[in-house]
């Protein structure tokens, strides 16, 4: 999008003219088409739920595909969703008077999930993955009802490497959020297009363009989470040696099944030595003849 053109979106009326802040629009939109291509995400004629709750992330994820649709580089029909879950206190008017302003195409739909889930999970446990479920299953009903292909999430790269540390240190595997998966009825996308973008650059952004943020107060007020203390420790990680988050991202990329240990992945028991020396005739090898 060209914003010195004399038509422009109305997400991006009043955005900063900073130099700063161009590059960092650049570079958000450039990370997300980057995404869409290199996972194969687009189905030219398709139609998405591009789910918004209301966070820095969705709000970013959001701007992004709209300003690449209104350049002509995402050949698919977007349909922003708010899932309000209920929450007490949940601003619900914030996000369908900000959708109708910003004239993007929109569906709030209200389920009471956070009452499901007060009353199923024990005082002291954490509600994400109850929470995440309930809500998973009305985003794939109202895709379903509306016609579209994909769900559409905007977890952003640090979402990605801390579900990889937290299955790495609590569910003993090697497995994070993928960029592209479908779901278990097999007749839906889940696509997350800011898998390349850093956190801290949806958060300048969204700040920047003073979109409403509304906080989650179910899953977010909640201390000890896993992802908080795996948060804190990439965070330490990044402030010793600048750049670690993205060396770690590009090693997600990067994967060698031969010098990892799954079987599954890699069969080992049929390596062979392609330059081994024959072996004379009658002549048995010895045990332990190709220990290191």
Known sequence: MLDDSTEIHPLFEGAPQSTEFRKLRKRIVRETREAIEKYGMIERGARW???LSGGKDSYTLLAALTELQWR???PVEILACNLDQGQPGFPATVLPEFLERM????RIEYQDTYSIVMDKIPAGRTFCAL???LRRGNLYRIAREEGCSAVVLGHHRDDILETFFMN?????RLATMPPKLVN???DLFVYRPLAHVAEADCERFATAMNYPIIPCDLCGSQDGLQRQQVKQILDGWEKNAPGRRQVMFRALMNARPSHLLDPGLFDFAALM???APAATAGEAPSEGADAP
């Open 49 to 51: 739920l591009v789910c």
């Open 72 to 74: 002509g580089l995402l």
């Open 103 to 106: 004239r993007v195409p929109h």
């Open 131 to 133: 929470c995440s479920r």
């Open 168 to 172: 790495l240190f609590h569910g003993g």
């Open 184 to 186: 278990e009825e097999g």
């Open 273 to 275: 030595r392609p330059n």
